[in-house]
C-alpha cells in the first residue's frame, strides 16, 4: 500500500504533472484511488472506452507489444476522444497503480488550465515524433 | 383579434387549456382572462365610496355639532343622531323629505355616538381595502400561473430551429423572475387606478359640495401635479439610464487603463490618456449635475404645492369663514379631505409609470415566445391510436433553408416490419431525415406520412407514443432510473375524477388555465403492461445490455428486511455460498469479512469501533461523540488517539481546500470531508493547534478520524497496533453499551440479513478490497453467475432502479445513457424506431451486438409491426438490414434491399 505522499512524489515525476504545484498534485493524488493488480489480469479490455486514467506506480503492465512501467499513463488519449481501446492492456507482474475516474480526470482538466496545456503540449509532441 | 382561450375538454374530461396565439397588449390580455374579476372587483370598489365619503362627513358633523354647537344649539333641546334627510333640490322643485327622525341625543352622548360611528366607518374602510388587496393578490397571483404555464407549454411547441437558437438559461430566467411584476402589476392593473380614482374623485366631490371655490382651488392643484409631474419624472429616468451608460463605458476604460499600463508608460501616452478621462468625467459630471436638479426640483414642486394648497385654503376658506358663506366644521372637513387627495393622485402616478414599464416587459417576453413558424397546438386523442401502413416520403426537401437544403426531392416508401439503414456521405443529411421521421423537423416542401397520416400535423400523443427515437447524447431529467425508463409510456390517466372538480387544487389549476391533471395520479394505468411491468422492464433491461448496471446499482442500495423478507432470506443464503466459492476459486484476496474479534481495515474507524451498520455514516459518528460513548472511548485511552488522527485529516484537508480554491465541487466526492463543513471549518480557524483546545474543534478533529479508512485515505495515519486499540475500544462499547448500540444499528451478526448495510455487504458480509483491481467488477460477475439459483438477482437490479441517475442523467456513463435510451424506446412498443446514430459512443462491436440482439427480438412475437429506420455512422453495419438506402450530395444515390432469408 502506498501513501499519499508517495504518490505525490509519483505524480512529480511525470510529464504532464510536473510543471504543477505541490499542493494541486497532493489533490489529484487524493482523488485518485490506489489499485492494485495481480499477474496476468485484465488491466484494460480491447473495444472498451477507458473508463479512468492509469498511472502506473510499480510492477509491469503490457499492451500489445509495450511494455508500461513506473511513470507510464494510460487512458488520456482514449477518454478525450471516446475511441474504444485498440489492444488489451494486461499486468505483465504484479503491479499497483495511481486511479483517476474519468469524471473527475474531465474535471480536474477543467479546473487546473496548467494541466490542460501540458497534456496538449505532450499530445503534439508524439503527434510530432509520429508515436501514437 | 384572435380568439380567447377556448379551454378545449377532451372525451375524458380533464381541460388541456389551448391558446392560438399570445395577446401582445397586456390590457387585453389581462381582460381577456380575467374580465369577470375586474368588474367585480370594480363593483366592490364603487360600493366602498359610499362609507369613504361619509368618512370624509363625520368630523364636520362632530366639530359642527357636539363641540363647536355650530349646526345644533343643545340648550334648544337634544340633537337628532341617524337623521335621513334627502334635502330638498331646487331645480327639481323637490322639498326635503325626511326617511328616518334619527335618535334624540344629548351633547356628550351625541359626540360618543358620532365618534363610535366614525370608528365603525373606519373599520368598513379598512375591511372594503383589505379585501381589495387580497382580492388583487389572489387575481394577479393566478394570472402568473396562467402566464407561466402558458409561456412552458409554447415552449414545448417551438419549432427545433428555434430551439437550437434559445438559450436554456435565459428562457428560465424569463419564465422564472421577469414575469415576477407582471403579476404584482396584474391585480392592479384595472382596480388600483380605478380604486385610486374614486379616492381621488369622492374627496374632490366632496371639496366641491362644501365649497365650490375651494373645490375649484384643489381641483387646479391636482391638474398642475398630475400634468406637469410625470413628465420631469420621464426625463429623471431617461438621465439615469444615460448616466448608467456612460458610467459602464467609464468603468470599462478604466480597465483598459489598468490592462495597458505598459503601454502607457512607453508610449508616453499619459496626458492622453487624462484628456480622455477627464472628458468622460466631466460628461458624467453634466449627466449627474442635470439629474440632481431635475430630482430637487421635482421635490420643491411637490413640496411646493402640498404647502401652499393649505395656505390657499386658510385665506380663502378663512374668508369665507369670516363672512358667513362656510362655516368652521366645514373649513376643518376641506383641509382633512385636501389631506386625503394627494397620496391616491401619488399613487396614480406611480401606477402610470409602473404601467409604462410592464407593457413593454410584456410584449418583449410575449415577442419571445412567438417564433413565426409557430405551431398551432392540434387536438389530442385520449388514446394514442396505432400508426399502421407504410411510411411514405414524397419529393421531400430537407434543410434549415430553402437556400441550404441538406436532402433534395427524396420519394421513399416503406412497408411495415421494414428493417431499414440509412447511410449518408454527409451526417447532417441522414440526420435530418431521422429527424424528420420523429417529427422533430417538418421537411421544406413535400411530405413524410406513415399510412395516410401526415407526421408535420401529427398530435403529440399519437406521435409520442407510436414512433420511437434515439438520437446521440440524449438529455434526462434528474429522476430515478426507474422513472427514466417509464418517461415514454406514461399517459394522461384516463378515468375522469368528477369529484376533483370540487378539489380546491383542480378548482385552480381550471381557474389559471392550467392542466388539470395531477402527476400524483397513475400515469401508467393505461400500459397494456401495467401488470407485469418489472418482468418487462428486466426483459428490456437485458435486452439492452443495461442488466448488469442496474444490478450492480442494486448492490449498493438497502432495502427493509421487514418489507422484502424473501430478498433478505436469499441473500443471508448467498453468504454462505459465495464465501466458500471465493476462498476455493479465487486465488485473490478480494474480500474482508466482518468480524467481530478483528478490526476491519477497509471500513472506517467509525464502523469499527461500533461494529453494526447505520443508514448514514455520520449516525455512528454522532453516536460516539455522545457523552456517555466518549466516557467509554476515554476510559480505553483511545480518545486522545482519536483526536492525533483527526489533526493528521484536517491538516490534509486544509491543504486540499486550499489547493482546490473558491471552487470547490472537485472536493465533493472526498469522503473525508462533508462540503456543508467547510463554513465550520473556516470558523474554527487556520491553526490546527486552537482546535485541539476548543470542544469544537476536538469534535470536528474526532468526526474527521472517525471517518478515516486507511486503504482509501491513504494517509499512513493507522498502524496495527493502533487497529488494536480500537479493537479494544469496540468490546468496551459493546460491553458498556451494547443495548443501545444495538438499538440504534444493526449489528453484524453472520446469520442475519443486516439492515442497516447495502446488500453487497450483506451478501459479503464484509467489505470488498479497495486497492483490489475491479474488484467490486470481479464479485459483481461471481454473484451474477453463481447465485443465478437463489433468484434473488432480478429483485436486486430492480432495487437498482430506485437509484437517482442525477442531473442530466450525469452519474451514468454516456454508453449507459445512449443504452437507457434505446431501453425507453422499445418499452414503448413503437410503430416506428427511429436511430440516429446514437451508438457511436459504443465501439462497433458492441453497437453491432446491441443492433443485432434488438432486431432480432423485434422480429420475435413481441413488436412483429415495427418498422425500424437507421441513419448509422459505421457503414460495416449493412448487412443487419433488409434495405440500405444511400444518401450522397444531398439526393438519393442507392436504394439496395437485400434477398430476403428464407
Redesign the interface.
Known amino acids: ?5 508517495d ?1 505525490g512524489a509519483l505524480l512529480q515525476e511525470i510529464g504532464i504533472f510536473a510543471s504543477m ?1 505541490p ?2 498534485l ?2 489529484i493524488a ?2 485518485a ?6 499477474a496476468g ?1 485484465s ?1 484494460l479490455a480491447a ?3 477507458a ?1 479512468a486514467v492509469l498511472i502506473v506506480e510499480s510492477g509491469t503492465l503490457e499492451r500489445h507489444d509495450a511494455r508500461m512501467e513506473r511513470g507510464a499513463v494510460i487512458g488520456p488519449v482514449g477518454i478525450l476522444s ?1 475511441t ?1 481501446e485498440r489492444y488489451e492492456t494486461v ?1 505483465a507482474t504484479d503491479a ?2 495511481l486511479r483517476i475516474a ?3 480526470f474531465e ?2 482538466l477543467e ?1 487546473f488550465p496548467e494541466l490542460r496545456a501540458a497534456l496538449l503540449r505532450d499530445f503534439a509532441l508524439r503527434l510530432a515524433r509520429g508515436d501514437g | 383579434m384572435q380568439k380567447a382561450s377556448s379551454a378545449a375538454s377532451s372525451k375524458d374530461g380533464h381541460s388541456r387549456p389551448q391558446e392560438a396565439g399570445m395577446e401582445r397588449r397586456l390590457f387585453r390580455y389581462i381582460w381577456q382572462h380575467s374580465s369577470r374579476e375586474q368588474i367585480f372587483i370594480a363593483l366592490i370598489v364603487i360600493a366602498s365610496i359610499p362609507t369613504y365619503f361619509l368618512s370624509l362627513q363625520l368630523p364636520k358633523l362632530i366639530i359642527n355639532g357636539p363641540i363647536s354647537e355650530v349646526s345644533h344649539d343643545y340648550a334648544d333641546g337634544p340633537a337628532r343622531f341617524l337623521e335621513i334627510t334627502i334635502p330638498a333640490i331646487g331645480w327639481l322643485g323637490t322639498e326635503a323629505v325626511t326617511l328616518f327622525n334619527g335618535v334624540a341625543l344629548a351633547q356628550i352622548p351625541h359626540l360618543v355616538a358620532l365618534c363610535a360611528a366614525l370608528f365603525v366607518l373606519v373599520c368598513i374602510n379598512g375591511g372594503f381595502k383589505y379585501f381589495i388587496n387580497t382580492f388583487k393578490g389572489q387575481l394577479g397571483e393566478r394570472m402568473l400561473r396562467r402566464l407561466r404555464y402558458q409561456l412552458i407549454d409554447r415552449t414545448l411547441r417551438f419549432p427545433q430551429s428555434y430551439l437550437r437558437r434559445l438559450k436554456p438559461a435565459e428562457v428560465s430566467t424569463m419564465v422564472n423572475n421577469e414575469v415576477e411584476p407582471l403579476g404584482g402589476f396584474i391585480g392592479d392593473a384595472y382596480a388600483t387606478p380605478l380604486f385610486l380614482l374614486a379616492q381621488a374623485l369622492t374627496a374632490l366631490a366632496f371639496l366641491m359640495l362644501q365649497n365650490i371655490w375651494l373645490g375649484s382651488i384643489a381641483l387646479v392643484l391636482v391638474l398642475i401635479q398630475t400634468g406637469i409631474i410625470p413628465r420631469l419624472r420621464r426625463r429623471l429616468v431617461m438621465l439615469g439610464k444615460m448616466r448608467q451608460i456612460a458610467a459602464r463605458a467609464f468603468a470599462g476604460r478604466v480597465g483598459e487603463i489598468m490592462e495597458g499600463a505598459r503601454e502607457i508608460r512607453v508610449n508616453g501616452a499619459a496626458d492622453w490618456e487624462k484628456a480622455d478621462i477627464s472628458d468622460r468625467l466631466g460628461t458624467i459630471y453634466g449627466i449627474r449635475f442635470r439629474l440632481y436638479r431635475a430630482k430637487f426640483f421635482i421635490k420643491f414642486l411637490n413640496n411646493l404645492l402640498a404647502q401652499v394648497t393649505p395656505m390657499l385654503f386658510y385665506l380663502a376658506g378663512g374668508y369665507a369663514v369670516i363672512r358667513g358663506d362656510l362655516d368652521i366644521g366645514q373649513l376643518v372637513a376641506v383641509i382633512a379631505a385636501y389631506r386625503d387627495l394627494p397620496p391616491p393622485i401619488k399613487e396614480l402616478i406611480n401606477w402610470d409609470q409602473q404601467r409604462v414599464d410592464v407593457q413593454v416587459k410584456y410584449a418583449m417576453i410575449v415577442d419571445q415566445f412567438s417564433p413565426p413558424d409557430m405551431p398551432a397546438p392540434r387536438d389530442v386523442p385520449a388514446v394514442p391510436v396505432p400508426l399502421g401502413g407504410s411510411v411514405t416520403i414524397t419529393n421531400a426537401t430537407f434543410g434549415e433553408t430553402a437556400d441550404e437544403a441538406v436532402l433534395r426531392d427524396l420519394t421513399l416508401t416503406q412497408k411495415p416490419r421494414g428493417r431499414v439503414m440509412v447511410l449518408s456521405d454527409n451526417p447532417r443529411a441522414s440526420e435530418m431525415l431521422a429527424e424528420a421521421l420523429a417529427r422533430l423537423v417538418p421537411p421544406l416542401r413535400g411530405k413524410v406520412e406513415v399510412g395516410s397520416r401526415d407526421l408535420t400535423v401529427l398530435d403529440d400523443i399519437t406521435g409520442g407514443k407510436r414512433i420511437a427515437y434515439v438520437g446521440p447524447g440524449v438529455y434526462y431529467a434528474r429522476s430515478t432510473l426507474r422513472d427514466a425508463l417509464l418517461y415514454g409510456l406514461r399517459h394522461p390517466p384516463a378515468e375522469a375524477i368528477p369529484a376533483a372538480d370540487d378539489d380546491f387544487d383542480v378548482a385552480e389549476a381550471r381557474r389559471s388555465g392550467n392542466l388539470t391533471l395531477s402527476p400524483r395520479l397513475d400515469w401508467l394505468a393505461a400500459d397494456p403492461d401495467a401488470e407485469t411491468l418489472d418482468d418487462r422492464l428486466l426483459d428490456i433491461l437485458r435486452l439492452t445490455g443495461l442488466y448488469e448496471d442496474a444490478f450492480e446499482l442494486g448492490l449498493s442500495t438497502r432495502i427493509d428486511p421487514e418489507t422484502r423478507p424473501d430478498l433478505a432470506n436469499s441473500v443471508v443464503q448467498a453468504r454462505a455460498v459465495l464465501r466458500f466459492w471465493i476462498e476455493e476459486q479465487v486465488h485473490d484476496d478480494l474480500v474482508e469479512p466482518f468480524d467481530e474479534t478483528r478490526y476491519t481495515t477497509e471500513d472506517s474507524i467509525a464502523a469499527n469501533l461500533v461494529f453494526g451498520a447505520a443508514q448514514t455514516e455520520s449516525a455512528r459518528e454522532d453516536f460516539l461523540l455522545t457523552l456517555p460513548a466518549q466516557n467509554v472511548l476515554r476510559a480505553s485511552g483511545v480518545a486522545d488517539a482519536l483526536i492525533d488522527i483527526g489533526a493528521g485529516v484536517a491538516a490534509t484537508l486544509l491543504e486540499l481546500i486550499g489547493a482546490a480554491g473558491e471552487d470547490d465541487t472537485i472536493l465533493r466526492d472526498v469522503p473525508l470531508l462533508d462540503l456543508s463543513e467547510t463554513d465550520a471549518i473556516a470558523a474554527l480557524g487556520p491553526t490546527l493547534a486552537s482546535w485541539r483546545n476548543t470542544a469544537d474543534g476536538q469534535a470536528m478533529l474526532m468526526r474527521f478520524a472517525l471517518r478515516y479508512v486507511e486503504p482509501r485515505d491513504r494517509l499512513g495515519l493507522l498502524d496495527t497496533a493502533m487497529q488494536d486499540r480500537f479493537l479494544a475500544a469496540r468490546h468496551a462499547l459493546l460491553e458498556a453499551r451494547r443495548e443501545e448500540i444495538a438499538a440504534l444499528f444493526s449489528l453484524y451478526e453472520i446469520d442475519d440479513y443486516t439492515p442497516g448495510a447495502t446488500i453487497l455487504d450483506n451478501i459479503l458480509f464484509g467489505k470488498v478490497r479497495i486497492e483490489a483491481a475491479n474488484g467490486r467488477q470481479r464479485i459483481r460477475k461471481i454473484i451474477l453467475d453463481m447465485l443465478d439459483g437463489l433468484e434473488m438477482n432480478d429483485a436486486i437490479a430492480l432495487a437498482g432502479l430506485s437509484t437517482d441517475i442525477g442531473n442530466g442523467g450525469r452519474s451514468l456513463s454516456e454508453a449507459q445513457r445512449q443504452r437507457l435510451a434505446l431501453a425507453r424506446a422499445l418499452l414503448k412498443r413503437p410503430d416506428i424506431l427511429v436511430l440516429n446514430r446514437p451508438f457511436d459512443v459504443l465501439g462497433e462491436d458492441a453497437e453491432r451486438a446491441l443492433l443485432a440482439d434488438v432486431l432480432a427480438r423485434l422480429d420475435a412475437a413481441d413488436m412483429p409491426e415495427t418498422t425500424v429506420v437507421a441513419a448509422l455512422s459505421r457503414p460495416a453495419l449493412a448487412p443487419l438490414f433488409q434495405r440500405v438506402v444511400t444518401l450522397k450530395d444531398g439526393i438519393l444515390s442507392e436504394d439496395r434491399t437485400a434477398p430476403s432469408p428464407s
Open positions: 500500500m502506498s501513501s499519499l505522499k504518490t504545484e499542493t494541486r497532493k489533490l487524493y482523488v484511488s490506489s489499485v492494485r493488480f495481480r489480469d488491466v473495444g472498451q472506452v473508463d471516446s474504444p499486468a499497483t497503480a474519468r469524471a473527475k474535471e480536474l479546473k
